[in-house]
């Protein structure tokens, strides 16, 4: 039976963070920079929580650009994995919809039984996990992988890839 | 740490075949009797097919009745195990944000955190899962039930089920 891999969507196949560059500008008025927003999320900036609520807006996740090298990346890996999106959508229910057709415009070759849409990733029993978050990677009892985003660049307790390259050399390496 | 239930939504929690009756008769002029759909699906009658793209629809799962006894049942579980709401809804987009919104006002006091829409149901983890699909089971590690429905009364590989009150009798008896 071929392993299994758990894809995170947001900061791992989906870059949220132009759309909240824009958001905060449009709000602030001010273009960040990579030192302003380096270690945290954007909306953990002081004074800037309340531009997390749009992720509770309609349309939020639907025209996000895609992560560099994903779209081949993912190809790649299904060549020998059986390939899963898992996203943590239900806290914004709007998403839901716009996830999906955002995943049958940009990743059409992923059928849909592969994706998961949840709250909780604990429930997940894939081979490997590839995400952002820390407390994701905590309580998944298979190989998790951290992929690089601003907010998590001080994590040191998981298998760090910071672009798809890695990715792919990572799991090169697995076969071997 | 408490054990964990994966648990269907239609046919378990959610009651599809009064609103599948009402389509059948609106197509077809003839309201149905159990001998005519026991053993099948409702869709499942010879030259009947195409009712199944009703599921398509925006609002099929929006409206559907209430399994009778689901809501104290699922309530009661609750005290011993970690309920999650499972459901294959992948298949057919304009189900997640209906199901989204019947479960937030039938069954409000289950947190969004354990709704898991998926497509395929093999990478569920839990411990045990309620489902009125023999093939959901077949590919469970956990103590698979079946619900009963018209489509699954001739299956006998499973653990039977027939209502809630069957239900909560078989986690009674887990407990001692």
Redesign the interface.
């Known amino acids: 039976m071929r392993k ?1 891999i ?1 894809l995170d969507m947001d900061e791992v196949i989906a870059n949220v963070t132009p759309k909240f560059l824009d958001i905060y500008e449009k709000h602030y008025g001010k273009r960040l920079s990579k030192a302003d927003y380096w270690g945290k999320k954007i909306y953990q900036i002081e004074g800037a929580m309340n531009i997390r609520e749009t992720l509770h807006e309609k349309g939020f996740f639907r025209d996000l650009p895609i992560m560099e090298g994903s779209q081949e990346g993912v190809r790649k890996l299904m060549e020998d994995y059986e390939v ?1 999106i898992t996203t943590a ?3 914004f ?2 998403s ?2 716009d996830k ?2 955002w995943l049958q415009e940009h990743f059409p070759f992923i ?10 990733k604990s ?4 081979d490997y996990m590839i995400d952002d978050h820390v407390h994701n990677l905590q309580t998944f ?1 298979g190989k998790g992988l951290l992929f690089s985003a601003s907010h998590n660049i001080h994590e040191t307790e998981f298998t760090r890839v910071n672009n798809w390259a890695e990715v792919l050399a990572f799991f090169a390496n697995e076969k071997t």
Chains 1, 2 share one sequence.
């Open positions: 299994s758990a899963y959508a239900q806290e229910k709007y839901l919809e999906y057709d059928h849909w039984k592969q994706f998961v849409f949840c709250g909780d429930i997940l029993g894939m009892r």
